[in-house]
């Protein structure tokens, strides 16, 4: 999956991205969830930095697209033609653009806790059996102790 054509001169690609996975993951959250959600991105791109590569990607563009770990990105999820066809005027999308400037600008603070991981309150992925939330936000928790 490669980012969406249509990207405003303002705005670079990983921007972009982040801020329609925010608004694919999280458009019904707070704005601390919205943040959260933009952490875990960031801090698995943090990670695969200081260890020279890692399986998510190393880039914005390739955690967010890889296959299976932003369902919003998925070819079969209905939240994909919603995040390739938002308007930069809607409201919603305004607040996951101006949180996605944050993040990889680098100022956002991270309400995780160094979290790589989350998932929805009511789902129980494998990867989530025997391991403590770091942090909730709204309708989803956060991981920091998964590889």
């Known amino acids: 999956m490669s980012a969406p054509a249509a990207i405003p001169k303002a705005v670079g690609p990983d921007v972009m991205t982040l801020a329609r996975t925010l608004y694919g993951e999280a458009r019904g ?5 919205k943040e959260a959600v933009a952490s875990v991105v960031i801090n698995r791109v943090r990670r695969a930095r200081e ?4 399986w998510w990607g190393g ?7 890889k296959p299976w770990q932003f369902s919003c990105w998925n070819e079969n999820d209905p939240n994909l033609k919603k995040i390739l066809s938002v308007k930069p005027s809607d409201r919603v999308f305004k607040t996951c653009l101006r949180i996605a400037r944050r993040a990889v600008g680098g100022v956002l603070a991270d309400p995780t806790g160094g979290a790589t991981h989350y998932h929805a309150k009511g789902v129980f992925p494998p990867w989530a059996r025997g391991r403590v939330a770091c942090f909730e ?3 989803h928790q956060f991981y920091n102790t998964v590889e």
């Open 29 to 33: 959250e707070t704005v601390r969830g």
């Open 51 to 54: 260890r020279g590569g890692y």
């Open 59 to 65: 880039t914005v563009g390739e955690v967010c697209f």
């Open 137 to 139: 936000a709204g309708h």
